[in-house]
């Protein structure tokens, strides 16, 4: 009996023994964690340094976000977070990049010298991840999120100049998603629904490329509707803007088809 007492309680140790070791070796395969003896900050910043250089962006953002734990007042600490939402970004690692510069922001929201840059990496961390038009454009609005805090809170910013080029391949972005969503609608003969993307498009979007079209497609829809007049309001700011374009023709053969002269009586 006693005997038989022994053995349960052996197998019953072994097992506590085992669960922990178990769980852990479960983290481990997953998310491996680099472990950090505590050193000098400068020492810390030659290790993190060393990494990246051998593109080991992992371990090297790691290192350098160690710096602001161990020696959170030391100089190294603020640009080791700098570092770590850098390298994290260029491993496109964009969710840890953008929690770096978060926590950044919300930490040294004063710091005039850094931010501009963090918010420059922020806009990049979403820039790079916008899809097709015929996908969610999340990232793409995200990003001119970013870019307009930029620009508004730091007029003078030397990133400002490629920001303002990026914005208009976003804005492109965000106005061909409006403009599928309009013909859509349009397919679907639902014309109000489409003519307040194509608004959105014109009013929101006017410097992009989908803009003549998106006129055009107002200008079918107003006509879809019976509503000549703001048809050929359409047409007219076409005719002003665009007038070597397809789509003005297209949409001032529209008007002629539907039987008015150029005096704008009906025929």
């Given at each position: 009996?006693?005997?038989?007492?022994?053995?349960?309680?052996?197998?019953?140790?072994?097992?506590?023994?085992?669960?922990?070791?178990?769980?852990?070796?479960?983290?481990?395969?997953?998310?491996?964690?680099?472990?950090?003896?505590?050193?000098?900050?400068?020492?810390?910043?030659?290790?993190?340094?060393?990494?990246?250089?051998?593109?080991?962006?992992?371990?090297?953002?790691?290192?350098?976000?160690?710096?602001?734990?161990?020696?959170?007042?030391?100089?190294?600490?603020?640009?080791?977070?700098?570092?770590?939402?850098?390298?994290?970004?260029?491993?496109?690692?964009?969710?840890?990049s953008l929690y770096a510069i978060d926590r950044f922001i919300a930490l040294y929201p004063a710091d005039?010298?850094?931010?501009?840059?963090?918010?420059?990496?922020?806009?990049?961390?979403?820039?790079?991840?916008?899809?097709?038009?015929?996908?969610?454009?999340?990232?793409?609005?995200?990003?001119?999120?970013?870019?307009?805090?930029?620009?508004?809170?730091?007029?003078?910013?030397?990133?400002?100049?490629?920001?303002?080029?990026?914005?208009?391949?976003?804005?492109?972005?965000?106005?061909?998603?409006?403009?599928?969503?309009?013909?859509?609608?349009?397919?679907?003969?639902?014309?109000?629904?489409?003519?307040?993307?194509?608004?959105?498009?014109?009013?929101?979007?006017?410097?992009?490329?989908?803009?003549?079209?998106?006129?055009?497609?107002?200008?079918?829809?107003?006509?879809?509707?019976?509503?000549?007049?703001?048809?050929?309001?359409?047409?007219?700011?076409?005719?002003?803007?665009?007038?070597?374009?397809?789509?003005?023709?297209?949409?001032?053969?529209?008007?002629?088809?539907?039987?008015?002269?150029?005096?704008?009586?009906?025929?």
């Open positions: 009996m006693n005997k038989h007492k022994i053995i349960i309680s052996l197998f019953v140790f072994l097992v506590i023994l085992l669960l922990p070791n178990c769980a852990i070796k479960k983290r481990v395969e997953a998310t491996p964690m680099p472990t950090h003896i505590e050193k000098p900050p400068e020492l810390l910043w030659q290790d993190a340094t060393r990494f990246l250089r051998n593109k080991n962006y992992t371990q090297a953002a790691s290192t350098f976000e160690e710096i602001d734990k161990q020696h959170p007042y030391s100089k190294l600490a603020k640009q080791g977070q700098v570092m770590s939402a850098y390298t994290y970004y260029i491993s496109s690692d964009y969710n840890n005039k010298k850094t931010i501009p840059y963090m918010l420059y990496l922020k806009g990049l961390c979403y820039y790079e991840q916008i899809n097709d038009v015929n996908l969610d454009q999340e990232p793409s609005r995200n990003a001119r999120n970013a870019y307009e805090e930029l620009i508004k809170k730091y007029p003078n910013s030397k990133y400002n100049k490629d920001v303002k080029k990026k914005m208009l391949l976003v804005d492109d972005q965000l106005a061909a998603q409006e403009m599928n969503i309009g013909r859509f609608y349009q397919k679907k003969n639902r014309h109000l629904a489409a003519i307040q993307r194509f608004h959105v498009v014109v009013k929101d979007y006017n410097t992009t490329a989908q803009t003549p079209e998106a006129l055009y497609r107002l200008t079918e829809s107003y006509l879809s509707l019976g509503i000549l007049e703001e048809a050929k309001k359409t047409t007219s700011l076409l005719s002003y803007n665009y007038k070597k374009s397809n789509w003005y023709k297209l949409s001032y053969e529209l008007i002629k088809k539907y039987g008015y002269k150029k005096n704008g009586k009906k025929s």
